[in-house]
């Protein structure tokens, strides 16, 4: 039979199928608990993900199909076993991980945010990681304290 109706796997199109690892921060992984969920939510859909993927017949379509839900299974199992859920603050009179703090701008402008975990930080919906640069300017301070991020000062309005 000619190569030509051979249908083999060369080196190089099984490398495209191997995906590098998704970058996991050394920083220590905080969660809330909706961030673990959130975690275990996507660990259970990146397993699900990978199970559809290796159903198929065709060896080749497979391997592409199953490279993202691999790379993610082993990213969110990881960042699952390393999850620390941190209890919601006790107190609000110091900025920590879980407040929601509400400062001003040296412009005038308020601005709210939420400090939780990496995985579950999105500024757009009002959440920031904490370990973000204003996270760490926030964080053990009080209302009424001003705090330098960058060229910027932030005025402390509010914690809840």
Do not use: W
Not at 5 to 28: H, M, N
Not at 84 to 92: I, Y
Not at 155 to 160: C, D, F, W
């Amino acid at each position: 039979m000619s190569v030509a109706f051979v249908k083999e796997e060369s080196a190089e199109a099984a490398s495209e199928t191997v995906l590098p690892a998704r970058p996991i921060s050394d920083r220590i992984n905080l969660v809330t608990e909706t961030g673990l969920r959130m975690l275990q939510d996507e660990l259970a859909r990146s397993q699900h993900a990978l199970e559809a993927a290796n159903a198929l017949d065709d060896v080749n379509e497979r391997r592409r199909q199953s490279a993202v839900p691999a790379r993610d299974l082993r990213y969110f199992a990881e960042r699952v076993r390393t999850a620390e859920l941190r209890a919601p603050p006790a107190s609000n009179d110091a900025v920590a991980f879980g407040h929601t703090v509400t400062f001003e701008r040296e412009d005038g402008r308020s601005q709210t945010f939420r400090i939780v975990g990496e995985d579950e930080a999105n500024p757009s919906e009002g959440t920031i990681s904490h370990g973000s640069p204003v996270a760490i300017a926030l964080m053990g301070k009080s209302v009424g304290d001003v705090v330098q991020v960058g060229e910027r000062e932030l005025e402390i309005m509010s914690i809840s």
